[in-house]
C-alpha cells in the first residue's frame, strides 16, 4: 500500500489525530520484510473494516478497542524497526478484529430475527382484518336480502287473497329460508377461511422462527470459535517470544551478537585452523560443541556458516581456502549430531572485511569464521539464507 493511499484512508476514516504515527510506521515497514508488511497491512485493513461496521460500538466495543491498541503498538514497533513486535501485535489485532466482527455478524442476526417477527404479526393481523371485513360484508348481504324478502311477503299479503296469500307466503318464506342459509354458509365459510388463515400463519411463523434461532446459534458458534483461536494464537505467540527471548539469551552467553542480519557469533580462524589450513585446531571444539548443543536443544533454529580471510593471495585461493574452512566447522557440527539440513555453508573469500588488510591485527581479523542463526521459528532476517535452506 502507497504512502499517499494511506494518508488518504486516514483522512477519510477521521483519523488525522494518529495521522503522524502511521505515516513514520509506514516508513519504518518499508524496510521490513514481505512477511512483516503484510501482516502489519491485514491487522489494519480488518480493524478499519470493523470501525466501519454501524454496529460496532454496540456490539463489539471490547474486542475493537483491544484490537485498536493492538494495532497502536503494531505502529509503534515499526517506528522503533523492531520487526518481531510489528508481527506480534499485528496478529492480535488481527485475531481481535475477526472477533468483533463475528460478534457484529451476531447481533445483525439477532436484529433480522425480531424484524422478521414483527413483520410476521402486522401481516397476520392484516390478514386477519382483511378475512373478517369479508366475511361480515358478506353476512350483511345475506341479512339484507332476508329483511328484503320478508317486507316482500308482507307486501304480498296485504294485496292478495288469502289462497293467492298462502301460496305467496309460502314461497317467500322459503326465499327467507333459503337467504338465511346462505347467509349462515357465508358465516361458516368466513370461519373457515380465518382458521386456515391463522394455521398458515403459525407455519409460516416456526419456519421463520426456526431459521432465525439457527443463524444465532451459527453466529454464537463462529463467536466462540473466534474467541477460542485468539486466545490459542496469543498463548503460541507469547510462548514464541519465551523461546526467542531464550534462545537470544543463550546465544548472547556464547559471545553472539545482534546484528541487522540477526544473531551472528564469530569464531576467529587464528583459534580454529592453522596458518593457511583447513583442519580444526583441538582449542576450536569447545566452541564447536557449544553452538551444537544449542542446536540440539533448539530444533528449528537454521544456520548459515560463511567463511573469510584476508587479502593476502588470489581470489580464486581466497575463495577456496574459506569455503573449506566453513565446511570443516560444519563437518563438525554434523559430528556433534547436527543434521545437514540445518546448515548451509558459504565461502566468502577476501570480501567483506571487518578491519583494514593493511595491518597484521587487521588481517587476523579479517581471517574468520561467522555463524548466522535464524529466529527460533527458523527463519532469517534476509532472504539468502532462508532461499538456500529449502
Known sequence: MSLNHEL?????RGRVAVLLPAVLALAACATMSAPERNAYTQAKDQVYQLEGEPLANEAAGMPLQRARQDLANADEAAAHHNADAVMYWSYLASREAQTGQAMVEELQARNQVASATAERERMLMDYQRRRAEIAQQRA??????????????????????????????????????????????????????????????????????AQAQQQVEQANAQTQAAQAQAREAQVQADQAREQEQQARHELEHLQARQTSQGMVLTLSSSLLFATGRDTLEPGAMPAIHSVAAFLHEHPMVKLRIEGFTDNRGSD??????????????????????????????IGRGASMPVASNSTSAGRQHNRRVELLFSDTEGRFASNEAGEALR
Open 140 to 209: 350483511s348481504a345475506a341479512e339484507q336480502r332476508a329483511q328484503q324478502a320478508e317486507a316482500q311477503l308482507q307486501q304480498v299479503q296485504q294485496q292478495h287473497a288469502q289462497q293467492q296469500q298462502q301460496a305467496q307466503l309460502a314461497q317467500a318464506q322459503s326465499q327467507v329460508d333459503q337467504a338465511r342459509q346462505q347467509a349462515q354458509q357465508a358465516e361458516q365459510a368466513a370461519q373457515q377461511a380465518a382458521e386456515q388463515a391463522r394455521q398458515q400463519a403459525a407455519e409460516q411463523s416456526a419456519q421463520v422462527q
Open 8 to 12: 488518504s484512508q486516514a483522512i477519510r
Open 316 to 345: 580464486s585461493l581466497n575463495d577456496a581456502l574459506s569455503q573449506r574452512r566453513a565446511q570443516a566447522v560444519a563437518n563438525a557440527l554434523r559430528s556433534d549430531g547436527v543434521d545437514a539440513s540445518r546448515y548451509v555453508v
